[in-house]
């Protein structure tokens, strides 16, 4: 990584852990993230985007 490039969380969602930068197979992982208190709410997250996606479907209908 270069100097100026700034660390990438990921949240591995078959483990449950945090990783900074890519550390296991893309199909395991969510992310990146800039931060790691944002990997960790990666789940939270998601929830949040599906639901939101969900209300706009139901809108268009």
């Known amino acids: 990584m270069a100097h100026d490039e700034q660390p990438q969380w990921w949240y591995n969602h078959r483990t449950g852990e945090v990783e900074q930068g890519m550390q296991s197979l893309g ?6 993230y800039v931060t790691e208190a944002e990997a960790r709410r990666a789940p939270e997250i998601a ?13 268009e209908r």
């Open 27 to 32: 199909s395991d992982r969510d992310g990146p």
């Open 47 to 59: 929830a949040e985007r599906a639901r939101a996606w969900a209300a706009e479907e139901a809108e």
